[in-house]
């Protein structure tokens, strides 16, 4: 960072690629923070640069680019096809990747996608943060995301403005692939909660009691989750509009489960909530929201 | 409730039969409410009755001239065995029992023990109330218990004053048996959570991430349940002392499988947790605090 | 047992008391056998006596009697409450019985019951077994019962010609339960093969195989297990006819669940097992036979 | 094939790749029946060639010639990397392929192996079968191995003298990949048997019952599957030399799962068991037999 006359550090110019929902929102907050002499944007359809530009930021047209012009690069793209496309493309990050640049990918991911990119950035004399986010539009909007860190920690110590503009709270969480195997665990975990708040519903409604009464002793207690007061509702009423589709939490709990077999780490209720979601999979509730796994549960009864 | 000459009601007389931990906690509070001419007070060994006798309370011999004496009587006894005994035995709450008395059971006790009393407190012309409370020593000094309240529900409405005094809320659930049945619903739910939140602890070790990032992560988001902030280093430090020991959670989860078995509503999830919660009695546990089942994960590795 | 004038042992005399289906069966191969001097028998409508009469057995008007003409009492009654009757009833065998009588009863009881039984004949002088039989009407009339048996060791070797006329085998088990616990083990195993195999024949027809290949595959080699061969046709056609019904089925899983849970024996096979049962029952075909718990396996796309 | 000028068809010539324990005692076979003119030998390591050559075999240095020789090539090769290098590589059997030659690959490979080699012999203008095999050495040297063979019919057809000579059973179960999917359809059913299995022997021990006694009354009936007989000595003295290790059954269970997860068919049983398999693995036990799963279930209290 060149020094100017006074002393005073010059600040630095980032870049932001990839300005899907959550990009433009996270991308804005950037601009609006002051932090940074400059923020360059990128989006495979340029048009999406408009308001931003509008803001003050510059758009240009291929992350190499970006690279060339910024310190730092964040990406936010919307799967790991178009992250490793963005990344190691034509015209992509490391095509300009030099020493004392460096990459932040945002982007949900795989670990072996994120181990792929940040080799590729490595070689190239950079330095890599992986740092997918938990949260959706209004908490990017709001600059209330979790920002869970993993890979080059002198990388992670300098984006602290950025990260604190854009989240509530940034874990470094350790090399390369932790962000990516936090995920996993976090969602296994939630996969298994889900499976055993429906059967909570389902023995509930099954045995005479109330759901309602269900949903407001447990939120008295220990066990205030406050996912169960979120889906609650959905459940009672059998309505699962998509906040995180049953599709992917399943892929989750696959991927999870995949994990723990690798390392001999047995986990039989994660096993069975798995199976529970498979069977609302074939039951044509992959688009549903994944409290649709209530579904599984045979409602043939009540019906 | 007699009138009085100035045509205002005159304050009831309620007593209070058991007098442990909790009942003592309950009963100090009805004696300082205010809201009563007298509180009556018993326990099988009388010297338990001093200190409220000191407070203001009137100690009687037996449960039946509790009876004779109050309006309501309430019971907070230590098992089913005690309750049954308390109700049913010689000089118990039923030999005294008629019309216009009522008792509200607010001991722990199985559907069936609850049922039993209740029906003989209803054969002698009383009314009933089941009544067990969630929370421990703390909650019940401080007014702050939940009450899981069924059966009449006339006299539940009547105990307003008495359960606004010794709880933060009372839900009535319906008939009775209902309130038995609520709690091992909830304890289902619980104990397979907490099967969740065993195995993602154990993938997070396996897999090289910090328990404590783990825990940070799902205090942050819709999975903060409290219990997880509350046991989890319980976890990390694989040291359990009992808050709620892990037979009685085995015993409740057993007994949620017998309510589903009998009602044909299928619980995968919470049987492999409790096939998880024998493990750990089988490994000498069952005196421990429930969140030792962590231990039935199998640390082969790590010792 | 009477010596007779020549230095010869005198035949016995023996009884069988209840002639439904297997009984009827099992006393006629007695009486066939020539090893007795005397088959009495008894039924509670007396009707059913006739056949056997005609065959050379002598009818009695109670178990009372039975006992009183016999040195050994056969006992295969419909079910626990008939097995009770039978023993411990006005007239029952428990109300004749003494010391050098013997009763053996051969129905299918828990071991509350048997147990229950077997007390009041040993405090009435006599000696008790419990000998219940594996197998249906075809290997009752051939003789090709397998009797598991436990109680009284000495009375099961005195029986061995009568087991022998019975049965192609007796298995002397131990001390009085272990003939019911036994049956409970093994239709745990059975249950949860079943389940294992109804997944295997999912998944063929998911993936595009041809179950009767699979069938044979099965057949040709260490998993060639009779009870594929005789019940893969079954799923094959999702015809289900009842030879051992699915909630007799379901129930012995759940008591062999609970046994393992007495004896803090974890199962999760049987447990994932007995959830399907308890889903197929839940799918009203409870009075199918036990192998459509295949249906709970979810054919929404194959339909 | 040559016709011979008194009309007759002339011997055909066959090939045989890969001379390990299965592949020697398969092509022993093939040279003593008779059936060819000619039958050609490959090995990596060329000595093996030896004892077949002694024998009236023909060496030759690489797949590429074995396929330029012979109207049929078989291929026996240890795993899925062999395979690929014998069919694929410099030298290897694709090389040499065309219009007229067929190549049947009997070693066990996962389907994408199987179909990567079938496409590329079909692009080469040959026919291919993938015919994997259940047995082990005993019944290769006896030609009772069981044939699971997918792909090209007419050349299974073909092949019909061989399989005749190499097995007792030879099936033909559909296009390419069948023969690998049916594998782990088996296996994943034997997997979760066996677990089925070490659960009744466990609650057996647990209850008092004799494991040898259990062992039998499963032989006397519907649930008299070879395993139980083979393997139940080992679990009794709980000492597990390996026929099928336990790291490849739990491998095959979680491919068997994987493919139930990508057709949405639930699987609970194999899952629950698969964990248990994890947790043998996790105990040490991987390269015991897969029956050390019976250590899984904990036998604290009797050690």
Chains 1, 2, 3, 4 share one sequence.
Request: a neutral charge; glycine letters at 12%.
């Amino acid at each position: 960072m060149t020094k100017t006359g006074d002393g005073a550090a010059a600040k630095p110019v980032v870049a932001f690629l990839g300005l899907g929902i959550m990009g433009t929102a996270m991308a804005a907050r950037l601009v609006a923070s002051g932090h940074y002499s400059k923020v360059v944007v990128w989006n495979r359809s340029a048009d999406k640069c408009a308001p931003l530009v509008a803001a003050g930021a510059a758009a240009v047209g291929t992350p190499a680019e970006a690279v060339e012009a910024a310190d730092v690069v964040f990406g936010m793209l919307a799967d790991p096809k178009a992250a490793l496309n963005v990344a190691l493309g034509e015209g992509g990050v490391v095509s300009a990747m030099r020493a004392g640049k460096a990459y932040v990918d945002m982007s949900t991911v795989d670990e072996e996608t994120s181990t792929r990119i940040g080799e590729a950035v490595a070689a190239a004399g950079g330095r890599f943060l992986e740092a997918p986010v938990s949260g959706s539009k209004k908490p990017a909007i709001d600059g209330q995301l979790i920002i869970l860190a993993a890979g080059d920690e002198s990388l992670f110590d300098e984006c602290g403005p950025a990260f604190d503009t854009m989240g509530k709270r940034a874990l470094f969480l350790g090399p390369l692939g932790a962000g990516a195997r936090m995920k996993l665990v976090v969602n296994g975990v939630m996969g298994a909660v889900m499976g055993a708040f429906s059967e909570g519903m389902a023995l509930a409604e099954a045995s005479g009691l109330r759901q309602s009464d269900l949903l407001e002793v447990l939120s008295l207690g220990a066990m205030a989750c406050p996912m169960f007061a979120l889906k609650g509702p959905a459940l009672a009423q059998r309505s699962y509009p998509p906040a995180f589709k049953l599709v992917s939490q399943q892929k989750d709990m696959r991927l999870a489960l995949a994990l723990g077999d690798a390392l001999d780490q047995p986990l039989p209720v994660m096993a069975a909530a798995n199976e529970q979601y498979k069977k609302a999979k074939a039951l044509g509730l992959g688009d549903s929201d994944f409290s649709a796994v209530y579904e599984a549960y045979g409602h043939e009864k009540k019906a």
